[in-house]
C-alpha cells in the first residue's frame, strides 16, 4: 500500500478520473449489496465472512485487522456466525489461540449471495449496447491491476 502523505505526481485529468471512478464503485457496491438482504446475515458479517471464504482460515485478531475493526469488536461479529453456524472455531497447536475457519453453511450463503450480486449487474449491463459492453469488458481486466498499485 502506497504511503497517504506521498506527494501527488497525478495530472488534474487523473485526477478527475480517480474522483469519478471512485465515486462509481462506492455507488455501484451500495446498489448490489442491497442483494445481500436476501441472505439474511447482516453486512459486518458479510464482510467478515467473505473473508473467511476467500482468504482462508484466520485467528481473530487476523480477521479484525484484515477488516479494519478492533478484536472485541471482531468477536461480537464472530460470535453471531458462530451462533448462526456460518464460522467455526478450531483449536490450533496454541492453545491460546483458535482458527476461524467458514463452515459448509456459510460458504454456501456467500456464494450464492454473490451470485445475485452479479446477476443484477450482469442483468443491468445487458442493457448496454455492445460496444459499451466491450468498453467494460476491457475495464474489468484493467481494475485489478490497477488495484494492486494502491
Do not use: Y
Request: proline share 3%; hydrophobic share 40%.
Amino acid at each position: 500500500m502506497t504511503d497517504v502523505k506521498q506527494k501527488s505526481v497525478a495530472s488534474a485529468e487523473l485526477l478527475q478520473t480517480a474522483d469519478k471512478l471512485h465515486s462509481a464503485a462506492i455507488h455501484l457496491l451500495r446498489r448490489l449489496r442491497v442483494r445481500d438482504r436476501e441472505s439474511g446475515v447482516g453486512p459486518a458479517q458479510l464482510s467478515a465472512l467473505s473473508v473467511l471464504v476467500f482468504g482462508g482460515p484466520r485467528s481473530l485478531g487476523e480477521l479484525a485487522d484484515a477488516e479494519q475493526v478492533r478484536p472485541p469488536t471482531m468477536s461480537r461479529i464472530v460470535s453471531g456466525l458462530t451462533a448462526a453456524g456460518l464460522v467455526r472455531r478450531e483449536a490450533t497447536e496454541d492453545g491460546r489461540r483458535v482458527r476461524l475457519v467458514a463452515t459448509v453453511k456459510g460458504t454456501k450463503i456467500l456464494w450464492e449471495g454473490r451470485k445475485r450480486r452479479v446477476e443484477s449487474l450482469a442483468n443491468a449491463l445487458a442493457a448496454l449496447d455492445e460496444t459499451e459492453q466491450g468498453r467494460l469488458r476491457e475495464l474489468a481486466e484493467l481494475l485489478p491491476e490497477i488495484v494492486h498499485k494502491i
